[in-house]
């Protein structure tokens, strides 16, 4: 008989995954730390490849001390942590990842699986936002923070949030050219969170610069932004949106968009963890509590992936859930250190639900695209075949038949969008659709290896 | 898509092969920015509705997708230019 699994599995290596693997390793563990990316830091402290110099001011700004403390926590376990580089986990069975690394097939077996697998930009689908040009907003910061790159000469910045504002000021710093900031919400619903914002203290502060920036350096903003359509001919020549009552042609070249972000959940749905509809966030979201377990033994969340709260929220969370499992193994615990976690978790609730509410998903913006709007890009799916469709009240069955959420990105991108469309079309709320189920592999991998 | 070099610039040449052609791209870039430092496109949608140039930029929207002789189909974005690489668009 070979001897019982005991492998503590770490999904992502991001802030989560990295305060995680460090409490692990406090408690006497070595787990098996995954990530797909080549290195670690997760999107937010994303390290370039090697060769780049620019230093962490210029790479990270106001959060450069967070990205070199989080960094050296994790050069700090090198050597106590199994870690993978470069490994993707495509499946998750009971006890059982499935991952591939550089082509080869491999399985990690776990006793316990932390996830702390991130989030990604959740868009509106808009006319032309397919064209060359046009990326999310995070993959705007991801060319220039690990690339050296902007997306254009010329970049409009569309969407809400956050990462709207500052991927807008650091293409400005880096010496981009930033077209316009459009945000989608109004100024008065940000305003009306502002005594909520408050709470957030040094966040807040931060956040107020962020927005103020584009005004005092002279680039266009406009709040309350309607867009109509990205324009061009083989890349992007114009954005064509509705300000202040009239219409408006923006010229730049490329559209960085993004309006807020979603968790990448698709293990957690694998795992069988029950998903509970959020009325704030409008997104199906997996069950946890505040400690990091789900209701399925042996899986445990953290971070963005389980629901969006920014990287300071994922760094304690993923120390509190690893906690989470130096208990369940009956392992000692430190119990001041974990009263502190419960406590600053706790300190952040008010901050994070004013912050949605201050940038809300503009769901009317995409229950109303245009028929004619591609809203899956991956199968070519329009919001209007998704409406044709739309007999049957469940957006799986809406999946059967247009292909909507079908291709290459499981639904990443157009699912929380084809939601608002299809309830729209149904006349009932977007919570009663439903969400697309998470499937195998949860990223496209060789034939050959599905199979087996 | 123009693809703007703001940074970085100071790293080694990398030859590779962009449909048959020499293309060059600088050590530590992705496929995808190599391939738009030489083009204007990445791939071009199999439903006829136009050129394509990732979206996401972290391997999640699947719509970077390109073919390296000898690696099959590989995500751009998530994959570093090498030396003699033969990229093909699809
Ligand atoms: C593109 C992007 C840019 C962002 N930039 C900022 C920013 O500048 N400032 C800010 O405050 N917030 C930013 N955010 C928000 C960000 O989600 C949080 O700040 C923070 O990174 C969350 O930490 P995390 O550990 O929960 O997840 P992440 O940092 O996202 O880490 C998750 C990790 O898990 C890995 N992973 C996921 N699934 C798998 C799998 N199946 N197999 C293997 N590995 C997997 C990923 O490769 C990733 O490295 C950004 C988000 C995105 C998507
Ligand atoms: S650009 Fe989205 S997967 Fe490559």
Known sequence: MSAPVSTVAVVGAGPAGTRAAE?????????????????????????????????YEALYGSVAPQARALHAAFDGLRGRVDYRPSTLAWHLRPGTLHTLSDGQAGQVDFAQAILCTGAMDRVVPLPGWTRPGVTTLGGAQIALKTQGCAIGRRVAFLGTGPLLWLVAMQYAKAGATVAAVLDTTPLATKARQAPALLAGGRAFLTGLRMMAWPRLHGVKVVEGATPLEITGTDGVDGLRYRGGGREHVLACDAVAMGWGLKPETQLADLAGVPFDFDLVQRLHLPRRNDAGRTPVVGIYLAGDG??????ELAELQGARAAWSVVEDRGLPLDLPEIARLDRAIAAQAGFRRAL?????????????????????????VTAGELRAAAAPHDLNRAKALTRLGMGRCQGRVCGPPGAEVLAAALGCEVSEVGRLRGQWPVKPVPLSMAAE | M???????????????????????????????????????????????????????W????????VWVVGLGRQRACATPVRAGMEVVRL
């Open chain 1, 23 to 55: 409490v692990l390793v406090r408690a006497g563990l070595r787990p098996v730390v995954l990530d797909e990316a080549p290195d670690n830091g997760g999107r937010i402290f994303q390290r370039p490849p090697p060769g780049f110099t620019r230093p």
């Open chain 2, 58 to 65: 972290m391997g999640a929207c699947q719509d970077c997708g």
């Open chain 1, 306 to 311: 389980a629901r969006i709260g920014g990287a």
């Open chain 1, 356 to 380: 949605d509410l201050a940038f809300p998903y503009p769901h009317a913006l995409a229950a109303e695209m245009p028929d004619a709007t591609t809203l899956c890009r991956c199968e070519a």
């Open chain 2, 2 to 56: 123009t693809l703007v070099r703001l940074a970085e610039t100071a790293r080694a040449r990398v030859a590779f092969t962009l449909d048959g052609a020499p293309a060059e791209a600088l050590e530590g870039d992705t496929l995808l920015t190599a391939i738009l430092a030489n083009g204007t496109h990445v791939r071009t949608s199999e439903f006829g509705d136009g050129a394509r140039a990732g979206f996401c």
